[in-house]
T-cell receptor, first 117, second 114 residues
Framework: AQSVTQLGSHVSVSEGALVLLRCNYS??????LFWYVQYPNQGLQLLLKYTTGATLVKGINGFEAEFKKSETSFHLTKPSAHMSDAAEYFCAVIPTGALGAGNKLTFGGGTRVLVKP | DVKVTQSSRYLVKRTGEKVFLECVQD?????MFWYRQDPGLGLRLIYFSYDVKMKEKGDIPEGYSVSREKKERFSLILESASTNQTSMYLC?????????????FGDGTRLSIL
């Protein structure tokens, strides 16, 4: 079965510092890859996704992620953290062979980001 | 913008009660999902539906059922609530087309079973 691993359940960064959140998936066939963000007391919001094409994907709020097939990774970065980036971040995948019926996401355990002033 | 609306943000119920969580989406999405979210476990799929009156079990369906009588509405039912069902419940929807379609989420219902 597909699995998604996010290294580090909590990450603390200083305002203005690089944000790096790690995500690795387990399948031999690269899946479709997603990053979601959850602000306190809210649902999940799509940050970015990789399906095909360019392996460096840009998303909202200055985030980007790079798909590396050889490393089965899809790490999320932001060059300069802002206080408003404090949230929980989830990596998720859908197998590329999945039919449209269902589109079931498999989520990682999440990484909570704390931004220090 | 896609809007997924969950009927309650916070809900407190007692053990043994039958509990209904409602979700409505306004984007004509075929797929709808119910997840529960627990610290350290991420999101786990309870049930999903890819069409009216259709449902499939997710990873943790025990103790839950669902109903989808209209395309825009997907209900999660706790037949006899138990304390281990205290959790955050998230509803999502997506287009049925290709599997690269993202899911859109509601704001969640924080359910406490006493």
């Amino acid at each position: 079965a597909q699995s998604v691993t996010q290294l580090g359940s909590h990450v603390s960064v200083s305002e203005g510092a690089l944000v790096l959140l790690r995500c690795n998936y387990s399948s031999s066939v690269p899946p479709y890859l997603f990053w979601y963000v959850q602000y306190p007391n809210q649902g999940l919001q799509l940050l970015l996704k990789y399906t095909t094409g360019a392996t460096l994907v840009k998303g909202i709020n200055g985030f980007e992620a790079e798909f590396k097939k050889s490393e089965t990774s899809f790490h999320l970065t932001k060059p300069s953290a802002h206080m408003s980036d404090a949230a929980e971040y989830f990596c998720a995948v859908i197998p590329t062979g999945a039919l449209g019926a269902g589109n079931k996401l498999t989520f990682g355990g999440g990484t909570r980001v704390l931004v220090k002033p | 913008d896609v809007k997924v609306t969950q009927s309650s943000r916070y809900l407190v119920k007692r053990t043994g009660e039958k509990v209904f969580l409602e979700c409505v989406q306004d984007m004509d999405h075929e797929n709808m999902f119910w997840y529960r979210q627990d610290p350290g476990l991420g999101l786990r799929l309870i049930y999903f539906s890819y069409d009216v009156k259709m449902k499939e079990k997710g990873d943790i369906p025990e103790g839950y059922s669902v109903s989808r009588e209209k395309k825009e509405r997907f209900s999660l039912i706790l037949e006899s609530a138990s304390t281990n069902q205290t959790s955050m419940y998230l509803c999502a929807s997506s287009f049925r087309g290709a599997s690269n379609q993202p899911q859109h989420f509601g704001d969640g219902t924080r359910l406490s079973i006493l």
